[in-house]
């Protein structure tokens, strides 16, 4: 089958690699129906981390159809139309009971092999997914594919790092850094009812989709956001800020934002080994500081009703739907943000 490998930084190739088959008796078998490049890909391909051994398939981001079954697999069958999160969970551990999926003692994240254990991913035409029934979610008809398939991650990411934020009536919150996760992240803020949700990219088109799904952009090429934010809260900062970006920048600007007492909700994903503030601000602003992985398994259910019933446009985020030939071309223009790329999409 076809599958888009990783070999070196900032090289990933499309390639024939041997179709997935059942390992386990709790392992399905899924033909992608679509894929997506998400900003976590971007760290892998850019070096910032490392570890992952050539020839794994990149992505953990899919929507598909079973086509095989493990003789343990009961609940799911051949045919169906399924959505992963982009780590698998046995759904009965200490972590998976407390609502922890993504630190499921038996979980293991798509698309990361290293030392020859792992998983392989999904940006390829079959994905094997251990722990089918208790990973993998089935979509009803009434979505479709794109918008059930960033139910998986990036839709409930934006949403878990809202509900770390405590974004609620009457609070004033700062997302910093309006991609895909950020937009997401602005929908679920407005959702569990933020007065007033600031976005703060540098990207013209990521801003204007911030403005459409109900935040506040600001350019912060062109504007300071800390004196916007300042006036926004009678001059003493965010409630809460959400870090969508992952870079010790984003986060130093983050924490300048929130207001004492404030909350910083981090889910980029950081790979340098300090904070961006010390112990002391920490302690001078009684922040509370919540981060982590998001448990993308409790939230795809309640999501795919909520997409369902079409609030907003969710799929106007995707800028790019390219053909799995061209995925290296896809990793390029996104993490470069070329023509006006917001999000990649993969068909099949
Ligand atoms: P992305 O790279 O498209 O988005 C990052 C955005 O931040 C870009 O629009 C960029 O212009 C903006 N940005 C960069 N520096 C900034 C700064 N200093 N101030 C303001 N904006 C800035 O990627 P994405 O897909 O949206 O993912 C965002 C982050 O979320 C990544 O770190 C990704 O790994 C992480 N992520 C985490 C989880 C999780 O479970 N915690 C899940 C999915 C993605
Ligand atoms: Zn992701």
Redesign the pocket.
């Given at each position: 089958m076809k599958a888009l490998t990783f070999r070196a930084e900032r090289e990933v190739v499309v390639e024939n690699v041997a179709e997935p088959s059942i390992e386990c008796s709790t392992d399905v078998i899924v033909r992608t129906r679509t894929s997506a490049i998400?900003?976590?890909d971007?760290?892998v391909y850019l070096g910032r981390e490392k570890g992952i051994e050539p020839g794994t398939v990149m992505g953990h981001e899919f929507l598909g159809e079973i086509v095989e079954t493990g003789a343990a697999v009961k609940d799911l069958s051949p045919g169906d139309r399924v959505v992963s999160p982009?780590t698998t969970s046995c759904g009965r551990c200490f972590y998976c009971n407390r609502g922890l999926s993504?630190r499921c003692l038996e979980g293991q994240l798509f698309g990361w092999i290293e030392n020859d254990e792992g998983l392989h991913g999904a940006q390829s035409e079959y994905v094997r997914v251990p722990l089918a029934e208790t990973t993998l979610v089935r979509v009803p008809e009434s979505v479709d594919d794109e918008t059930a398939l960033f139910t998986g991650?990036?839709l409930a990411?934006g949403f878990?790092c809202a509900e770390m934020a405590e974004a609620g009536p009457g609070r004033t919150v700062a997302v910093?850094?309006?991609?895909?996760?950020?937009l997401f992240a602005v929908i679920g803020a407005r959702e569990r009812g933020a007065e007033t949700v600031l976005a703060?990219?540098?990207?013209p088109e990521?801003l204007a989709l911030a403005k459409r799904f109900g935040g506040e952009p600001i350019d912060?090429s062109s504007t300071d956001p800390l004196p916007v934010v300042k006036e926004r809260t009678d001059g003493r900062g965010a409630d809460a800020a959400l870090e969508?970006?992952?870079?010790p920048?984003?986060a130093r600007?983050a924490i300048d934002l929130i207001r004492p007492g404030g909350i910083l909700s981090v889910?980029?994903?950081h790979t340098e080994s300090r904070f961006a503030f010390s112990p002391v601000e920490a302690y001078d602003k009684n922040l509370t500081y919540r981060t982590?992985?998001?448990p993308a398994r409790r939230f795809i259910a309640p999501l795919l009703s909520f997409v369902a019933r079409k609030k907003y446009d969710f799929r106007s985020i995707v800028s790019h739907r390219l053909p799995l030939s061209e995925g290296p071309r896809g990793y390029d223009l996104?993490h470069r943000?070329l023509e006006g790329c917001t999000k990649v999409v993969l068909t099949f």
């Open positions: 998400c900003g976590s971007l760290h982009f993504c991650d990036i990411t878990f910093v850094g309006c991609g895909p996760v950020g703060i990219d540098v990207v990521r912060a969508a970006v992952g870079s920048e984003a600007l889910v980029g994903v982590g992985r998001c996104f943000r």
